[in-house]
């Protein structure tokens, strides 16, 4: 009984986030605020769904949610940073009247020179 509770509160909460992350992506104003919702909620979202899985299923077949999840973790935030700094590489403007904070020194990226094939 406190085992399906615990799966039902979790796929509950899972889903309330996934919306939220939904709704981010479709009602924000801009690229970076819709990486932050998707980013952000939906890792929660997924990872109570995740959770669930794990609580259901136990030990021996949920391990594979658990190690979903760490995966989860180590690349959403990865994902997000790209697109930002691709965002950002493009010139996509912020809405509003926000600005990236200036560097004291401008950082020079090294420049891809493509390669010649004989």
Do not use: C
């Not at 980013?39 to 109570?48: I, Q, V």
Request: hydrophobic residues 50%; proline residues 5%.
């Amino acid at each position: 009984m406190i085992i399906q509770l615990t799966i039902a509160g979790l796929v509950i909460i899972g889903s309330f986030f996934l919306s939220v992350g939904t709704l981010g992506l479709l009602k924000l104003p801009d690229v970076y605020n819709r990486m932050h919702a998707t980013t952000k909620a939906t890792t929660l979202g997924t990872s109570s769904m995740f959770l669930a899985a794990f609580a259901y299923f136990g030990l021996g077949n949920g391990l594979t949610a658990l190690i979903s999840i760490a995966f989860l973790f180590t690349t959403a935030p990865v994902g997000a940073h790209l697109i930002s700094r691709a965002a950002h590489d493009v010139d996509v403007e912020f809405a509003g009247d926000v600005e990236w904070p200036e560097a004291e020194e401008p950082v020079e990226r090294p420049q891809r020179v493509p390669e010649l094939r004989h």
